[in-house]
Structures are given as structure tokens and as C-alpha cells.
């Protein structure tokens, strides 16, 4: 009975079956598992692993409540290794299920099979096996009618198992693993593998150019794995995997990390695809917060926090466009890709030009006029801080469309960019940075403005003069609702002082409330300011476009706008050659 109600807390299906003896195989040491299922698991999940194994003692032990070999005191808990602790799912599926043990130790002849139903011992007999354990559960719920009738489809169950299969898959790289449901193989995966192949074989062959590495190594949390590109975010989070300490696990606190390193870069609603394995010192880990182990506690809550928040910065920052192809910067003459398949023969002429051509931004130093000559291109001695930094070796402007767009050819695919959302990002980073340094710049309107407010905005505003002041707007009451603007923050260019401080103000009362930091009113300021000043810039030559990759490429965060638009969409050649089906 006891166990009965236990196996209600951690069998709730089929895949919670795999979960747990996944966990023991690993525990075990397997270096090869192999998993089977049928009709979605409810007939049937078998593990077979080559690990450690059991002798008849033991196997008789593993099914006994409480029964386990891998904490001997109550404070082993505080260091836990293993995956499993808590004695609990052997006996558990012994009392749901049709349930049999197979194993033998290694360097032995001959194994141990136990068979129990419904919690009852049916057999113990010797058996002739290879070292190593199998464990059957047949027939989950077969005696718990009302559990079995929370189960769905077998398809639904499926998926359930074949994600659980997957996430262990990804745990374990090291590990062979294979999967066949109801007699067909699904997954083959070879063992000592790495994280990439991994990804490879489980998400197909495209999925690298979408993630960038991670790798944060600080004394007391490591972060590793990939993050996903702003661009390959997704509307749900069914594609974060996050493992602490190689268990598939959450924490409050990582997913509120995860969010605040891809806040200005995704727009609401939106999920990045996730790779992220933190480890830590297992005495730091609570992982005895719920009995499947799903989420786990930190001591140091804050630590881990700074840790993921500073790794998945890191990753997104670096700005080549993808994990695995950052383009070093070209030197000497730009050359098209050799194999070219097709040569159109009377294309305007636009050379590409060697990626950047100008100057550095900070140095402001005038654009070369004409295209791209050698002299442009920086000489090798220079100190050049933008190699390996920009996101492409070279680009050429192909043209506009849709009367927005920016086409552009670049050494790893064809871009699309938005140059509304590109200023955005380039004027925010620049006022941002500005504000930070204390060092904002200001510029006088040739004749003050009076800028007429609704009651709330003028509220807004006058509450917050002495910031504004700092921050480059020159603004002073006229009385009632109104205020006369005589300068704004020089970056942003000649824009309408009615819009800037209109969304400012609307800006402002949304940052009062929400923690009152400063910190977080001058960002506001800074994203309604420069959405606002890009709207008057409504033409542009080709010389400020260049300027304009140029300046986004420099960006700490080029790839979307403050407010998490894209600011630009890839499409490599490689996905181009799949696309086309020439891959
Ligand atoms: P836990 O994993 O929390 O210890 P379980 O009920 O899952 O509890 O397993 C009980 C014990 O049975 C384990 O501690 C381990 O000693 C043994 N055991 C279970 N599965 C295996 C296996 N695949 N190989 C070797 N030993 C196993
Ligand atoms: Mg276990």
C-alpha cells in the first residue's frame, strides 16, 4: 500500500518509468543503454545497460523500499553524486507493474532475474546473462485502474518517452544509447561522443548554425553548452534543456537568468533554444526538493544567477552570426566564394567591400568615397580591434525591398536588414554607453520647441527634470502641461522633440513604478528616445547603410533591437543548399 502511494508521487507515466531507470543505469556506470517501448510505453519499458550489475542479494535488496546503495548516512544528502537517493523507484514500479530485474555483476557467469507483480515477488531464479542489469516494466497501472486512466494516447505517451530519452541523451554524450519503439529502432547513438554530435543527430545536421557555444568557467559554477540566437526563438520553451550537475533540472532562478540575458533581445513571449549545463560544487545543490528530482535548489542562488546571466552574455555577445562559422576578417583583396555555380554577367557593378572598410567607430573619421580600393582595407601591423569581430569577412549591398529592407550579400549568406531596427540598436548602445560614462552629449535646437503633454506624461516629466537633465534633454516648465525643450541627447540626430519627449514620458511612468532604479528609468529614456528618433530618418544613401553594418557590427547586442525586433535575418548558404535540397 505504502509503495503503492509512493509510486503515485513518482510514476505518473510511462516516461517517468524511463526517467527513473535511466537514472540508475547511468548510476550504474553503463557506457551503453538500450531502451525499448511499446504502444507509448504502457506495454511496455525495458532498459538494458551495461554497468556495474547486481549480484542475487542485491537484486533481491533494489526492489525493497528505501533500499539503495548510494547514500549510507543522512548527510550523504548534502553532496549527492548520483542521480538516484531516495530508494524509491524500484520498489515504486514493482507495485504499478507487470515487473522483472535481470542482473549479473561484472566478471560473472551467471545473473539473478527477479519478478514481482503488483508488489508481489513471483520468481527469483539464476539466469545465464551478460553482466550488466535489464530492467521490464510491463503493463504500467495494470492494478491502479484510476491511474491508468490519466494516461492518453499511445502517441501522446510516445513523445513523453522519447523526450525523456532525449534529454538523457543529451546529459550523456559519453554514452551509447539506443531507442526502439514497438521493434523499430528510432535513435542509434554512437558512444564517447561530444555535445555537438549529439546535437546533430538528435535535431538534424542545420541545427549548429543556429546556437552559439557556451563556456563561462568561474571557481565556484561552470556554464557550458549552447544558446540559441535571437533568431531561433521559439514560442515555448520545449526546446531549454538545462542540467545541473548532468541532472535535467530547473531553478527559479535560472529560468528568471535566462530571461533577463535575452530581454532586449527576443521580443515578449518568445523562448530561446537552450543547451545549458551549470555545474557546481554538489554541496551547493539542493536536490532533494521534490521526489522526481525535476527542480533543485541553490545555496547560492545568487552566484549561479550572476554565472548564467554573465555566460549567456558572453555567447550572445561575440557577434559572428553563428556557433560555428565566425568569419575571420579578409585581408587583402575580397574574394568570392570559389565555387561558384552560376555567373550572371551583366549585374550592376558593386563591389563587395572587405568588412569593415572604415575606421572603427569612436575614431569618426569620414567614409572613403567610391568603392572599396586595397588602401581601405586595414593593414595587417594595424591594430585592428573589429578582426574576428564583425559578421562577415565581406558584404556588398545588394539593394532594397519591399521599400524597407536592405539586401545584402555577405561572405556566409544573403541578410536581410532593417535599418529603423538597426539604427535603434546602434543609437541605443551609444546613448546607453554615454549615460553610463556620465558623458552626455548635448544639442541645442536652433529655436526651443514647446512641447504640449497630456496631464499624465507632463506628471512624468516634471517628476523627473533632474534625470533628463542628465541625460541630455534640455527642458524647462511653461506651466500647465506644457514644457519647452531647447535641447536633446546629440545622438539622436535632429528627431522631433514633440515625439521624443512624448515617448519618453510614456516611458518614464512605466519605469517609476517598476523598482524606481535609475538604472532602469535611464534605459527606458534611452529605448523610447532612440525609437523615437529613428522614425525621422527616412532616407538614406548607401554610404550611411555601410556606416550603418558597420556600427551595428560594433553593437555589444547587433542582432535585435532594444525592444527585441530582429535587426537583421540570415539565411546561410548552407541553409540555402538544404532549402534548394542541393545539401
Ligand atoms: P535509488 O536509485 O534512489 O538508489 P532505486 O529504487 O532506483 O533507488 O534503486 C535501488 C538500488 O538498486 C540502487 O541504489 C542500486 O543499488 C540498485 N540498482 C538499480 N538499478 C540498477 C542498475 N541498472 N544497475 C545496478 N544497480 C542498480
Ligand atoms: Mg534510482
Redesign the pocket.
Known sequence: MVNKIAAGEVVERPASVLK?LL???L??GATRIEVEAISGGRRLIAVT?D????NRD?ALL?VERH????IREVDDIEHIHTL????????ALASVSRFSIT?CPRGEETGTEVAISAGKLRDVREVGVPPG?R?EVRNLFHNVPARRKFLRTDQTELSHVRQMFLVHALAHPEVAMRLVVDEREVYQLAGEATLEDRLRELFGRGTMDGLRRVDYRDVEVSVTGYAGLPRTSRGDRSEQYVFVNGRPAGAPIIGNAIREAYQTLIPKGRHPVLFLFIDTDPAQVDVNVHPTKKEVRFRRAREVRDSVLAALRDALETSGPAATSVAPLAEGPVTRPEEARLKITDLPELEPFPYPRMAPPGAEAPLPAGPADDAAVPAPDQPSHAVGKGPWGWCRILGQAGGLYVILETSDGVVLMDPHAAHERVNFERFMRQILDRKVKSQGLLAPETVDLSPQDALAVRRNMDLLGEMGFGVSDFGGDSFIVDALPACLGNSSSETVLGSVAASLERAGPRGGTEHWAEEQIARAACKASVKANDSLKTEEIEQLIVDLAAAEMPYTCPHGRPTMILMSYSELERKFGRA
Open positions: 527513473e537514472e540508475n543505469a548510476d550504474a545497460d554497468g556495474v550489475g547486481m542485491q533494489s533500499a539503495t546503495s548510494k538516484g537517493f531516495r530508494g524509491e523507484a524500484l520498489a542482473s542489469t530492467v
